[in-house]
Nanobody, 118 residues
């Protein structure tokens, strides 16, 4: 499985961006997708996750501002980011976790950079 996050860019504080995760390869119908971010000098942190059947989970600081979505279990996912703050500036990565008889498989894509100016 290959993942590629795209849609990053530069916005002013309060602006919006929509990230998408392009995926290819052997993607199972049951999987969980997530978005994570990593700012310079900080550890990678969870942004949001969505299960194959649409259940979502958000980090507290993103609730109400970010929305994770996907078309279906085999399609790429999206992250709508509104009311962006300078603290949201980071490289954003999409993540896919799926399971088969061999166990758990986790995939990461190359990130996309988000810059927020104050």
């Amino acid at each position: 499985v290959q993942l590629q996050a795209c849609g990053g860019g530069w916005v002013h504080t309060g602006g919006s961006l929509r990230l998408s995760c392009e995926a290819s390869g052997n993607i199972f119908s049951i999987n969980n997708m997530g978005w994570y971010r990593e700012a310079p000098g900080k550890s990678r942190e969870l942004v949001a996750t969505i299960t194959y059947n649409g259940n979502t989970n958000y980090a507290d600081s993103m609730k109400g501002r970010f929305t994770i979505s996907r078309d279906n279990g085999r399609k790429p996912g999206f992250l709508q980011m509104n009311s962006l703050k300078p603290d949201d500036a980071a490289t954003y990565y999409c993540n896919l976790v799926q399971y088969d008889v061999k166990g758990r498989h986790e995939f990461w894509g190359q990130g996309t950079l988000v810059t927020v100016s104050s």
